[in-house]
């Protein structure tokens, strides 16, 4: 059985290259290859997919002991060619430490069983990625 949620995310230009995107919550991000200090929408999309696989990580780790470290990186190609700009091999590598002792171990034993559970499942960044969402570009 499938359920569905709309989201909506709202873009306006502030410069040439230079965005404002707002989500129904009124919170608003700053970016595009322009946008000083900002992030550009390539990178604002491996964001995503770390943030996304990172949340369940996070959640289902923390619970058992809180985390002494913990960073993810993200790497992909940009590949240009005559069938136009791609990603492709977005490899995400997750550090995370905890401290010594029971609670330590029992969040190591999760962080795999987490990172499956967001790949196979829960992720739906990198999952609508591997998937293959049609994209739909119109003038409104």
Not at 2 to 28: F, H, K, Q
Not at 79 to 95: A, E, K, P, S, Y
Not at 116 to 139: D, F, Y
Request: aromatic share 4%; net charge negative.
């Amino acid at each position: 059985m499938e359920e569905s949620s709309p989201r909506t995310v709202t873009l306006r230009r502030e410069a040439e290259g230079v965005y404002i995107a707002t989500n129904e919550a009124g919170d608003e991000l700053r970016f595009g290859h322009n946008a000083e200090g900002g992030f550009g929408n390539v990178e604002l999309l491996l964001a995503a997919v770390a943030g996304c696989s990172g949340t369940d990580l996070d959640v289902m780790t923390s619970r058992r002991a809180e985390p002494t470290a913990w960073q993810a990186t993200v790497t992909a190609d940009k590949v240009t060619g005559d069938g136009g700009n791609i990603l492709r091999d977005i490899v995400v590598t997750f550090h995370v430490e905890f401290p010594e002792g029971a609670d330590g171990d029992k969040a190591r034993a999760r962080v795999e069983p987490a990172l499956r559970a967001a790949h196979e499942r829960t992720c739906t960044v990198s999952r609508t990625i591997e998937h293959g969402a049609k994209v739909t570009l119109q003038a409104g």
